[in-house]
């Protein structure tokens, strides 16, 4: 399980100067193209007829919608307030020679519990999605799923 996790190692670029002292990680960066439309992954909400929320290259915030909110992606809770504003990261990387990785984790310390596949997410852990995998938050179940553009249906 996520105690198990093993972070990816990475590459230092060496042929870069930063201006501060600071080591800096360095991430190979994609070009999709111009005009290409291309999805990376998406959040399904189980049992709803919404449209499927997107996620982008980079960090997403995923919270509570909320007129306070400064989460990427909100989602439509009841009255209830058991998630937060700001309650998960979905971070999207471009991996020299994987593809594309989509890592999951809590966005601060103090959340309601929250679970990926039946496996409580702890703060500090991060956790490699796969397509199919369930993320139970408090108020709701999403489902990331890496959509096939080739899918034929009948």
Avoid at 47 to 57: A, G, M, Y
Wanted: glycine share 6%; proline share 6%; hydrophobic share 35%.
């Amino acid at each position: 399980p996520f105690k198990l996790y093993k972070p990816m190692t990475t590459k230092k670029s060496e042929d870069t100067i930063y201006p501060d002292n600071e080591e800096h990680t360095h991430f190979e960066e994609t070009d999709l193209g111009a005009g290409m439309n291309f999805t990376l992954g998406q959040l399904r909400i189980v049992s709803s007829p919404l449209s499927p929320f997107r996620l982008n290259i980079g960090r997403n915030v995923i919270g509570r919608k909320a007129s306070a909110s400064s989460a990427d992606i909100q989602l439509p809770t009841t009255e209830s307030k058991r998630m937060s504003r700001e309650h998960l990261i979905i971070e999207v990387k471009k991996m020299p020679g994987k593809g594309f990785v989509h890592y999951a984790s809590l966005y601060k310390q103090k959340v309601n519990d929250t679970f990926i596949n039946h496996e409580r997410l702890e703060f500090g852990d991060c956790i490699i999605l796969k397509d199919g995998d369930m993320i139970k938050l408090p108020d709701m179940t999403v489902k990331f799923v890496i959509p096939d553009d080739e899918t034929t249906t009948i």
